[in-house]
């Protein structure tokens, strides 16, 4: 069930803040907080903060209007408030005070920085704001767990996106959002706003679509392109494995590794797992297993079918998943059961990750595997993107990478991974906060790392020096 926080401000005339909270309660509802807003001999107003299901949210609103004795004067939805004219704003680095500022900053003096940057375009990344810039770009096709809801309305995802790349990793972000689902006029307009950005940030972008575009761009481009969708999802999945395998003491080139929903995240996981030394794949879709030697219309999954680690026997995913070491669901809810991840290795580890609710319900799920996660942030070991973009933008960045290649993505894994320490890890914790302050600074350093390593840094960070 999804919760939303509301703030209701009321005037009490007669009644006790008892009878308030047991009619609040009655209806669903949790008190979080309450503030005195004004307070007379006969009445007082306040603001009680309240914690309440989608379901039960109108109930409790109606039954504190019914009470004798309380007037409500206004609910207001938290979530909606915080998004009130926008989340994100521009503001300038340098006060513009006299007309002296002004011939700095604008004409006639941005003329001889205009004249620097034509004769050396590498200029532009001192002298304008592309050097920690990032566009967050979608066409609003597949928006969270809310699917093609448009452009505009993808708009709220993308300044959080924007708000997080700030916060984490200090870099400015702009949010971007295409009125246009073909994949040619996304290509086309993407190149065309390129420059002044340092990096693309790709988001909920459909698949397949989604592959080509970010391809394209990745070639056809000079600044990094990543699909957060794709590659963030697999990078944090990789991470949260390698400290998995740690507790239940395997190694990662014997275990074997069913994947099921063989999208656009499933087909970055599968790729970093074969990148991370996984040598038995089985990756799973509607249809079933895909496997070696098979023939597929879909791309992706014909490139999959090539890979020798991937399995070559046919089944169900109820079928396969007998004897694996690691279920890994990027799907939908409700396929597997207690039974299921029974039949599978000893110290299963599973990681359920479809949103809101997972292939399998947590609750049966912790009854029979010794590691767990989920997409969620109401249990333990969320996988979250929001570990990796701001430090992997933060590293490509600052040693200005054309692109973000696979040694980069499992650099940062293992960045990720490694900020849980060997005395910290357990069953519960594999996986580090998205606030932990080390997070960041490990997984840029890292990418700068290996970039330089892999040639495609364009500058040594004085750091790296």
């Not at 005070?97 to 006639?108: A, H, I, W």
């Not at 391809?215 to 699909?227: G, M, N, Q, S």
């Not at 079933?288 to 999959?304: F, K, R």
Request: with cysteine.
């Amino acid at each position: 069930m999804a919760y939303n926080s509301l703030i209701a401000r009321v005037e009490l005339t007669h009644v006790s803040f008892g009878e308030v909270a047991s009619v609040i309660g009655k209806a669903g509802g949790d008190i979080i907080s309450i503030d005195v807003i004004s307070s007379s001999g006969d009445s007082s107003v306040r603001d009680i903060t309240i914690e309440v299901g989608d379901s039960e949210e109108q109930q409790v609103v109606e039954n504190l209007k019914a009470m004798s004795g309380i007037k409500v004067i206004n609910v207001s939805d938290r979530t909606f408030l915080s998004h009130l004219g926008g989340k994100v704003s521009v503001e300038s680095k340098i006060p513009i005070k006299n007309r002296d500022d002004l011939s700095r900053v604008y004409t006639p003096g941005v003329a001889r920085v205009c004249s620097a940057i034509h004769e050396d375009e590498r200029k532009a990344y001192s002298l304008t704001i592309k050097r920690n810039t990032v566009a967050v770009i979608s066409d609003g096709s597949a928006v969270l767990g809310l699917g093609d809801i448009g452009a505009l309305a993808s708009a709220p995802v993308m300044e959080g996106k924007a708000m997080l790349f700030k916060q984490l990793g200090d870099v400015d972000a702009f949010p971007i959002c295409l009125d246009t689902q073909d994949t040619e006029e996304i290509i086309r307009t993407i190149k065309n706003i390129a420059p002044i950005f340092g990096g693309i940030n790709l988001e909920d972008i459909s698949s397949p679509r989604c592959f080509e575009i970010e391809e394209r761009l990745t070639k056809e481009l000079d600044i990094p392109v990543f699909h957060d969708d794709q590659h963030g999802t697999a990078v944090v999945v990789i991470a949260g494995l390698l400290n998995a395998l740690k507790v239940v003491g395997k190694n990662i080139e014997d275990i074997r590794v069913v994947v099921n929903g063989i999208g656009a995240a499933g087909v970055a996981i599968c790729k970093m797992l074969l990148s991370a030394g996984v040598k038995r794949l089985v990756p799973v879709d509607f249809e079933g297993a895909i496997i070696h030697g098979g023939e597929y219309s879909y791309p992706m999954w014909q490139w999959l079918a090539e890979q020798e680690q991937v399995e070559s026997q046919p089944g169900t995913l109820k079928e396969v998943i007998q004897d694996a070491d690691v279920f890994i669901g990027v799907s939908r809810a409700g396929l597997l059961n207690g039974e299921d991840v029974e039949k599978m290795a000893a110290d299963p580890i599973v990681f359920a990750m479809a949103n809101p609710n997972p292939e399998i319900a947590p609750e049966e799920a912790l009854k029979h595997v010794r590691v767990f996660a989920t997409g969620r942030s109401d249990y333990p070991n969320q996988i979250n993107n929001v570990l990796v973009f701001p430090g992997i933008y933060r590293g490509a960045l600052d040693c200005r990478a054309s692109l973000i290649n696979e040694p980069m993505k499992l650099a940062a894994a293992r960045a990720i991974a490694s900020v849980v320490t060997d005395k910290e890890l357990n069953e519960q914790y594999i996986i580090p906060s998205i606030f932990n302050e080390h997070v960041v600074e490990k997984v840029r350093d890292a990418v700068i790392e290996t970039a330089i390593l892999t040639g495609v840094a364009r500058r040594i960070p004085p750091d790296f020096r």
